[in-house]
Protein backbone atom coordinates (compact mmCIF):
# COMPACT_ATOMS: atom_id res chain seq x y z
CA UNK A 1 0.00 0.00 0.00
CA UNK A 2 0.96 3.57 -0.61
CA UNK A 3 1.28 4.54 3.01
CA UNK A 4 3.48 1.67 3.72
CA UNK A 5 6.35 3.49 1.86
CA UNK A 6 6.24 6.17 4.40
CA UNK A 7 8.11 3.85 7.00
CA UNK A 8 11.46 4.04 4.95
CA UNK A 9 10.72 7.95 3.82
CA UNK A 10 10.41 8.70 7.54
CA UNK A 11 13.63 6.43 9.10
CA UNK A 12 15.66 8.19 6.33
CA UNK A 13 15.64 11.34 8.71
CA UNK A 14 16.85 9.48 12.43
CA UNK A 15 20.41 9.78 13.51
CA UNK A 16 21.43 6.24 11.89
CA UNK A 17 20.62 7.55 8.38
CA UNK A 18 21.78 11.27 8.32
CA UNK A 19 23.30 13.49 10.14
CA UNK A 20 21.68 15.42 13.48
CA UNK A 21 21.60 17.70 16.10
CA UNK A 22 22.99 20.48 14.25
CA UNK A 23 20.47 24.06 13.61
CA UNK A 24 20.86 23.16 9.81
CA UNK A 25 20.19 19.15 10.23
CA UNK A 26 17.17 20.01 12.54
CA UNK A 27 15.59 22.63 9.87
CA UNK A 28 15.90 20.50 7.56
CA UNK A 29 14.35 17.37 9.07
CA UNK A 30 11.64 19.32 10.16
CA UNK A 31 11.12 20.85 6.91
CA UNK A 32 11.15 17.27 5.04
CA UNK A 33 8.90 15.89 8.00
CA UNK A 34 6.46 18.73 7.68
CA UNK A 35 6.04 17.85 4.22
CA UNK A 36 5.55 14.30 4.32
CA UNK A 37 3.07 14.96 7.02
CA UNK A 38 1.03 17.48 4.52
CA UNK A 39 1.47 14.21 1.87
CA UNK A 40 0.07 11.86 4.70
CA UNK A 41 -2.96 14.00 4.93
CA UNK A 42 -3.64 13.78 1.11
CA UNK A 43 -3.47 10.67 0.88
CA UNK A 44 -5.72 11.01 3.88
CA UNK A 45 -8.31 12.80 2.05
CA UNK A 46 -8.62 10.56 -1.57
CA UNK A 47 -8.95 7.01 1.15
CA UNK A 48 -11.92 4.98 0.02
CA UNK A 49 -14.97 5.80 2.90
CA UNK A 50 -15.74 2.32 2.87
CA UNK A 51 -12.80 1.92 5.28
CA UNK A 52 -13.53 3.77 7.68
CA UNK A 53 -17.07 2.11 8.22
CA UNK A 54 -17.45 -0.03 11.02
CA UNK A 55 -18.98 -3.51 11.26
CA UNK A 56 -22.53 -2.58 12.34
CA UNK A 57 -22.60 0.19 9.41
CA UNK A 58 -21.10 -2.49 7.29
CA UNK A 59 -23.74 -5.34 8.74
CA UNK A 60 -26.36 -3.33 6.74
CA UNK A 61 -25.51 -4.27 3.25
CA UNK A 62 -23.18 -7.53 4.06
CA UNK A 63 -23.25 -10.45 6.06
CA UNK A 64 -22.32 -10.10 9.95
CA UNK A 65 -19.36 -12.31 9.04
CA UNK A 66 -17.92 -10.56 6.38
CA UNK A 67 -18.66 -7.36 7.89
CA UNK A 68 -16.48 -8.58 11.27
CA UNK A 69 -13.67 -9.60 8.11
CA UNK A 70 -13.93 -6.06 6.33
CA UNK A 71 -13.47 -4.40 9.91
CA UNK A 72 -10.23 -6.23 10.89
CA UNK A 73 -8.69 -5.90 7.88
CA UNK A 74 -9.87 -1.81 7.82
CA UNK A 75 -8.36 -1.41 11.23
CA UNK A 76 -5.43 -2.85 10.41
CA UNK A 77 -5.01 -0.73 7.72
CA UNK A 78 -6.22 2.41 9.35
CA UNK A 79 -3.73 1.72 12.60
CA UNK A 80 -0.61 1.26 10.54
CA UNK A 81 -1.60 4.51 8.55
CA UNK A 82 -2.21 6.27 11.54
CA UNK A 83 1.30 5.59 13.44
CA UNK A 84 3.36 7.00 10.81
CA UNK A 85 2.20 10.40 12.27
CA UNK A 86 3.40 8.86 15.74
CA UNK A 87 6.65 7.99 14.12
CA UNK A 88 7.28 11.02 12.25
CA UNK A 89 7.14 13.08 15.96
CA UNK A 90 9.47 10.75 17.63
CA UNK A 91 11.81 11.03 14.59
CA UNK A 92 11.08 14.41 14.30
CA UNK A 93 9.80 16.15 17.53
CA UNK A 94 11.07 13.60 19.91
CA UNK A 95 11.96 16.15 22.33
CA UNK A 96 8.99 17.88 22.48
CA UNK A 97 5.79 17.11 24.00
CA UNK A 98 2.91 15.23 21.91
CA UNK A 99 1.40 17.89 19.29
CA UNK A 100 -2.24 18.09 19.09
CA UNK A 101 -1.41 16.14 16.27
CA UNK A 102 0.88 13.06 17.72
CA UNK A 103 -2.37 12.83 20.64
CA UNK A 104 -5.30 12.44 17.67
CA UNK A 105 -2.38 10.03 16.22
CA UNK A 106 -2.07 7.70 19.09
CA UNK A 107 -6.02 7.81 19.81
CA UNK A 108 -6.51 6.99 16.27
CA UNK A 109 -4.05 3.94 16.50
CA UNK A 110 -5.29 2.69 20.04
CA UNK A 111 -8.75 2.70 18.87
CA UNK A 112 -8.25 1.27 15.69
CA UNK A 113 -5.89 -1.32 16.96
CA UNK A 114 -8.98 -2.54 19.90
CA UNK A 115 -11.08 -2.93 16.42
CA UNK A 116 -8.53 -5.22 14.71
CA UNK A 117 -9.89 -8.51 16.99
CA UNK A 118 -7.49 -10.54 15.27
CA UNK A 119 -7.32 -14.34 16.39
CA UNK A 120 -8.43 -16.66 19.18
CA UNK A 121 -6.03 -18.16 20.87
CA UNK A 122 -5.55 -20.32 24.00
CA UNK A 123 -3.99 -17.90 26.39
CA UNK A 124 -5.20 -15.12 29.33
CA UNK A 125 -5.51 -12.48 26.53
CA UNK A 126 -8.26 -14.79 24.72
CA UNK A 127 -7.58 -13.18 21.13
CA UNK A 128 -4.50 -11.37 19.65
CA UNK A 129 -4.12 -8.84 17.01
CA UNK A 130 -3.21 -9.50 13.44
CA UNK A 131 0.61 -9.93 13.30
CA UNK A 132 1.13 -7.12 10.40
CA UNK A 133 0.35 -4.81 13.36
CA UNK A 134 3.99 -5.57 15.28
CA UNK A 135 5.42 -1.86 14.15
CA UNK A 136 2.36 -0.14 14.88
CA UNK A 137 1.97 -1.94 18.68
CA UNK A 138 6.21 -0.97 18.82
CA UNK A 139 5.59 2.78 18.31
CA UNK A 140 2.74 3.34 19.94
CA UNK A 141 3.44 1.89 23.37
CA UNK A 142 7.15 3.91 22.79
CA UNK A 143 5.07 6.98 23.00
CA UNK A 144 2.06 6.19 24.49
CA UNK A 145 1.72 7.47 28.07
CA UNK A 146 -1.49 5.90 29.28
CA UNK A 147 -0.11 2.68 31.06
CA UNK A 148 -3.06 0.60 31.00
CA UNK A 149 -2.76 0.99 26.69
CA UNK A 150 1.29 0.80 26.84
CA UNK A 151 0.89 -2.85 29.03
CA UNK A 152 -1.70 -3.62 26.50
CA UNK A 153 0.54 -2.50 23.62
CA UNK A 154 3.61 -4.61 25.34
CA UNK A 155 1.40 -7.74 26.37
CA UNK A 156 0.03 -7.95 22.61
CA UNK A 157 3.23 -7.91 20.71
CA UNK A 158 4.39 -10.98 23.48
CA UNK A 159 1.50 -12.54 21.84
CA UNK A 160 2.28 -12.32 17.99
CA UNK A 161 4.97 -14.69 17.96
CA UNK A 162 2.77 -17.84 18.26
CA UNK A 163 -0.30 -16.20 15.57
CA UNK A 164 -0.45 -18.83 12.87
CA UNK A 165 -1.11 -17.00 10.17
CA UNK A 166 2.18 -15.08 10.11
CA UNK A 167 4.70 -16.44 12.23
CA UNK A 168 7.86 -15.49 10.19
CA UNK A 169 6.13 -11.81 10.53
CA UNK A 170 6.92 -11.98 13.88
CA UNK A 171 9.80 -13.86 15.00
CA UNK A 172 11.29 -10.71 16.70
CA UNK A 173 8.06 -10.35 18.71
CA UNK A 174 9.27 -11.31 21.91
CA UNK A 175 12.67 -9.22 22.19
CA UNK A 176 10.48 -6.48 20.39
CA UNK A 177 8.37 -6.92 24.00
CA UNK A 178 11.05 -7.36 25.84
CA UNK A 179 12.51 -4.02 24.57
CA UNK A 180 9.45 -2.24 24.58
CA UNK A 181 8.87 -2.72 28.25
CA UNK A 182 12.49 -1.83 29.11
CA UNK A 183 12.71 1.32 27.12
CA UNK A 184 9.48 2.81 28.53
CA UNK A 185 10.82 2.40 31.75
CA UNK A 186 14.16 3.99 31.03
CA UNK A 187 11.88 6.53 29.20
CA UNK A 188 9.64 7.37 32.63
CA UNK A 189 12.69 7.39 34.40
CA UNK A 190 14.49 10.15 32.31
CA UNK A 191 11.30 11.90 31.30
CA UNK A 192 12.75 11.36 27.72
CA UNK A 193 12.40 9.99 24.59
CA UNK A 194 15.16 7.57 24.04
CA UNK A 195 16.53 6.39 20.52
CA UNK A 196 14.80 1.98 20.44
CA UNK A 197 17.98 1.27 18.47
CA UNK A 198 20.88 2.65 20.41
CA UNK A 199 18.62 0.88 23.64
CA UNK A 200 18.30 -2.28 21.64
CA UNK A 201 21.98 -2.52 21.36
CA UNK A 202 22.67 -1.65 25.05
CA UNK A 203 20.12 -4.26 25.91
CA UNK A 204 20.76 -6.98 23.52
CA UNK A 205 24.05 -6.26 22.17
CA UNK A 206 22.38 -6.05 18.25
CA UNK A 207 19.78 -3.91 16.50
CA UNK A 208 16.65 -6.23 15.11
CA UNK A 209 13.85 -5.13 12.98
CA UNK A 210 10.54 -3.60 14.10
CA UNK A 211 9.91 -0.55 11.88
Not at 113 to 132: F, T, Y
Not at 143 to 150: F, M, Y
Request: proline content about 3%; aromatic content about 12%; charged content about 25%.
Amino acid sequence: MTSQGYYRRISAHNKHHRSRFTSEDEFEVVIACKQLESELFELWDVRPAVISLTKEQLTQVLSHGVAVQLEDIFSVYLASFWVLFVYLHRISWWHLPHSALAKRALNEVWEYMQRADGEEVNSPLRRVIHPSLLSPLFLFGTECQDVSQRTWAIEHTETLHPFRLSSGATRNAKRAAALLRELTKEQDARQAGIDDRDFSMKLFGCYFSIV
